[in-house]
DNA sequence: TCGTCCCGCCAAGGT
DNA sequence: ACCTTGGCGGGACGA
């Protein structure tokens, strides 16, 4: 099923091995924004994306759901998201927040537990987070610190919580309601630690959310949300940079906020040229020539065609920095994809 | 060596 | 019954 050419990752595969980096969460949601993030984008297929960008469809899944966490996809049927873009993201983080605040207030009773959304939130699942008063008590869906109250929930409410989303929702979560704008990975894994009630499974209940925690992590730098840092040897830790790690619309030089002006490798970052590059939605972001941009599936995807020209000349004079080193390298092999993909272009008539 | 995280199995949920 | 969704963890990769 993944079989089909990934115009982005193919591209330039064909002589050499397999290289892990080309398939990485971040890079993929990068060249999934690219695909999406441009004027007249509604509707976002799954099949096309993944069809578009070369990957299983299950890898879609992991994308798409930490990006309907932050506002940028919002589901709508079966295999159909719209398109909502970066715009959606200070109205997803203002409601994120408040709902944490909430939270934290007990307006009603203990700790409000995480929304099961279109669930009936059917306990109470108080949470007993120990001690860490810089962060906001997160919604430990699974805490269910009362392992005797409900251990007996629902398998679907015990699937949900431990969903990419939620878990998503609730890294989010930690940022917006905390003082600190740095959390490391620990400290990250052992907030969002579900039950602890279980020590013999804990390591690897909690090593498996930290995989997922690096799932998320990857697709929210990429998005440039947040960014890792290495606080110390052997301690990643996640940096938040919110809206305000990208310039929106109007904003785009102002005065920076605190995360926008991170030192050392932020100040690498090529101001200048994410400057020219700034979306419909004032995000800026590598442009990945997405295949199929100029050619519009009979699929909803991309009523944008824009000129090969403006892709090219964008391609051409921009070469945006990312936080992550990775996606740079990448970047510079997807320039090199781009123009033999432009130049075969120019050539004939590329039929997508 | 060990942090990182891809990959795909397979179960739950939906139609 | 078949399809979609996505949890999960083995094990490969890379620093």
């Given amino acids: 099923m993944s079989s089909s050419p990934s115009q982005f990752l193919d591209s330039g595969s064909k002589h ?16 999934f924004v690219s695909l999406y993030d441009r004027d007249g984008v509604e509707l976002v297929g799954l099949d096309y994306a993944a069809r578009q960008l070369g990957v299983e469809r299950r890898r879609i899944y992991d994308i798409v759901n930490v990006m ?10 079966k295999n159909k998201y719209s398109w909502i873009g970066f715009s959606g993201i200070p109205k997803a983080l203002k409601e994120l927040k ?3 605040l909430r939270a934290i207030s007990g307006s009603d009773g203990p700790c409000e537990k995480e929304v ?37 929930r629902s398998a679907t409410d015990n699937r949900k919580e431990k969903s990419l989303g939620l878990l998503t929702r609730n890294f989010v979560k930690l940022f917006l309601t905390s003082d600190v704008d740095t959390i490391s990975l620990d400290e990250a894994a052992r907030l969002l630690l579900g039950d602890i009630s279980d020590l013999s499974n804990m390591r690897s209940y909690n090593a498996a959310k ?69 979306t419909k939605s004032g995000y800026v972001f590598g442009p990945f020539c997405p295949a199929g941009m100029t050619k519009v599936d009979g699929d909803v995807e991309g009523k944008g065609e824009r000129s090969a020209q403006d892709w090219e000349s ?26 033999s993909w432009y130049s075969e272009l120019a050539q004939g008539s590329y039929n997508l």
């Avoid at 007993?128 to 430990?140: I, L, Q, V």
């Avoid at 051409?316 to 997807?334: D, G, K, V, W």
């Fill in 16 to 31: 050499h091995s397999y290289c892990r980096k080309q398939k990485s969460l971040g890079v993929l949601c990068s060249n």
């Fill in 68 to 77: 309907e966490s932050v506002g940028v996809l919002a589901r709508k049927a």
């Fill in 98 to 100: 408040e709902e944490a």
């Fill in 116 to 152: 099961l959304e279109d669930e009936d939130d059917d306990s109470e699942g108080q949470n007993h987070d120990d001690g860490d008063e810089k962060f906001s008590k997160m919604d430990n869906a699974s805490s269910s610190s009362g392992n005797h109250i409900s251990k007996a």
């Fill in 210 to 278: 930290v995989r997922r925690l690096y799932d998320i992590a990857n697709v929210l730098s990429s998005m440039s949300l947040i960014e890792k840092i290495q606080v110390e040897a052997r301690k990643p830790a996640f940096r938040w940079l919110g809206t305000e790690g990208k310039p929106k619309t109007d904003t785009v030089s102002k005065k920076p906020g605190k995360a926008q002006m991170r030192s050392d490798d932020l100040k690498e970052c090529n101001l200048t040229a994410q400057k020219q590059l700034i």
């Fill in 314 to 339: 964008l391609a051409c004079s921009l070469r945006p920095q990312y936080h992550n080193q990775a996606l740079n390298e990448l970047f510079t092999h997807y320039m090199e994809a781009w123009k």
